[in-house]
């Protein structure tokens, strides 16, 4: 079995502070694991992936994640906040390595404050 | 252009009429993924496909049909549409040709089951 908790369902932070966006997992198997985002009325889009290669993940529009095993996290930062980071983000995990079986967290509605 | 493309993007029907909505990619991909986004809960997997001929249940299969007789589609079949499947529904693709590969979404299809 696996899951997703991703804690706070909104987020603040002021244009140009840390994003920190946490996301936790739980999987019987070496796991997959996701970022996606969300703006208004849009599909979903990969941020990024980690594919057990390195721990820290790099993805588009300056965002990153780190998979610690040892905290079975994998949180999501970007340095500076954007306006246009508004959106909700997803976390989702895939424990048989593709994405035959993808689970989701609730998501978190990012709000960026000028 | 890589997409996914479902219809229609938006549905009102009445409890019990069957129903369809229909997704389709031009990517060639072998995986298609069928999601339903409900506040606070995120996006469930309904039903997914490997290939053609080949589907199988998500977390919340019930009251869902799909079929893949084509690689290129995917619908989604409402045979006795109720009110708790009053949601928005989300298509995916992606290939399997590399083990962790980009999925695809489409942009969504609200339904509103009265």
């Known amino acids: 079995a696996q899951s997703v908790t991703q804690l706070g369902s909104h987020v603040s932070v002021s244009e140009g502070a840390l994003v920190l966006l946490r996301c936790n997992y739980s999987s019987s198997v070496p796991p997959y694991l996701f970022w996606y985002v969300q703006y208004p009325n849009q599909g979903l889009q990969l941020l990024l992936k980690y594919t057990s290669a390195a721990t820290l993940v790099k993805g588009i529009n300056g965002f990153e994640a780190e998979f610690k095993k040892s905290e079975t996290s994998f949180h999501l930062t970007k340095p500076s906040a954007h306006m246009s980071d508004a959106a909700e983000y997803f976390c989702a995990v895939s424990g048989s390595g593709g994405y035959q079986k993808v689970t989701f967290g609730t998501g978190t509605k990012l709000q960026v404050i000028p | 252009e890589a997409q996914v493309t479902q219809n229609p993007r938006y549905l009102i029907t009445v409890t019990g009429k069957k129903l369809t909505v229909t997704c389709s990619q031009n990517m060639n991909h072998e995986y298609m993924s069928w999601y339903r986004q409900d506040p606070g809960l995120g996006l469930r997997q309904i039903y997914y496909s490997m290939n053609v001929e080949v589907t199988d249940k998500g977390d919340v299969p019930e009251g869902y049909k799909v079929s893949r007789k084509e690689k290129r589609n995917f619908p989604l079949i409402l045979e006795s549409p109720s009110p708790n499947q009053t949601s928005l529904y989300f298509c995916?693709?992606?290939?399997?040709?590399?083990?962790?590969?980009?999925?695809?979404f489409g942009a969504g299809t609200r339904l509103s089951v009265l």
């Open positions: 995916a693709s992606s290939s399997s040709k590399k083990k962790v590969d980009i999925q695809y």
